[in-house]
């Protein structure tokens, strides 16, 4: 007698509903409401640190980012000179923003989207207070790092001869604006650096590129950064090529100004305004 040999594979058992679920989740790009909802808490963490915590934070970010103007030097310095050199110098200047933004240090131009969601979302003067605050400090010590990081490269002799000319001339630049130009160049850099707070939940494995593209479109774009433009300030008034008065009403107001319409005034408002329909619900 035959046996009835039977090979049919058996039917897979269906995923539990839950893992399931979380497979999907998982799969699927974060929706704009939870982009907004991962950088409010962080928003909110920032917002609740001590001041002294901020303080050394806000101070190794200025610092750092005086490698932004030291690797464009570097860059130009040794590159030829051809009509593209403009264009690779450039990634130079996304050096420092890396060191910053990777060491997860305090640069104002972040926390002009990142503390000012959970205002938006919980509007009152106590969140108002301490949104000041943290600004304030970190602002405040961003540009004494910025001071440090200009007067070292302007006194102490880091960079080989053939670089500081380069630094000089990247500075000069920088600081040869009116107000007004200076508030108008200001505006796309704060809001690319907002757009790059707003897209790191998404692309956290792997974030260097997108810091990467986004302010060397800063400095391609010869866009005005506060900070980096700190140091850039403090380099030209070290050198004796501009007064202090001039320097901070002539360049450093408008593009703390043009930053923060920017970063908040813009990017913030927008991305605030297509989540806020799906918060109410």
Do not use: C
């Not at 090979?7 to 974060?30: G, H, K, R």
């Not at 690779?88 to 997860?104: D, K, T």
């Amino acid at each position: 007698m035959q046996k009835n040999d039977d090979t049919s594979p058996e039917p897979e058992a269906p995923l539990d509903e839950e893992v399931q679920e979380e497979t999907v989740e998982e799969a699927a790009s974060l929706s704009s409401k939870l982009v907004y909802e991962v950088i409010r808490r962080e928003g909110e963490q920032e917002l609740a640190r001590t001041t002294r915590s901020l303080a050394y934070a806000g101070l190794s970010a200025g610092v750092l980012i005086g490698f932004s103007l030291v690797a464009e030097a570097i860059l130009r310095s040794y590159l030829p000179d051809a009509p593209w050199r403009h264009l690779i110098e450039n990634f130079g200047y996304s050096l420092g923003f890396a060191l910053v933004i990777l060491g997860r240090m305090q640069l104002f131009t972040e926390n002009t989207i990142t503390t000012v969601l959970p205002l938006m979302r919980k509007f009152t003067p106590n969140m108002f207070l301490q949104v000041a605050r943290l600004w304030a400090i970190v602002l405040g010590t961003n540009v004494i790092g910025a001071f440090i990081a200009g007067a070292w490269l302007h006194y102490a002799p880091t960079l080989p001869d053939q670089v500081m000319p380069s630094i000089y001339e990247i500075s000069h630049h920088a600081v040869d604006m009116g107000a007004l130009e200076s508030f108008v160049r200001a505006i796309p850099a704060g809001l690319l650096v907002a757009a790059i707070v707003w897209m790191m939940p998404q692309v956290e494995p792997a974030p260097l590129a997108v810091i990467v593209l986004f302010t060397w479109l800063i400095a391609a774009g010869d866009f005005a950064h506060v900070i980096v433009g700190s140091v850039e300030m403090t380099v030209v008034i070290l050198d004796g090529a501009l007064a202090p008065l001039t320097a901070i009403t002539q360049f450093w107001l408008p593009v703390l100004f043009g930053n923060i319409v920017g970063g908040t005034a813009i990017f913030t408002l927008m991305a605030w305004g297509q989540v806020r329909d799906d918060l109410n619900r």
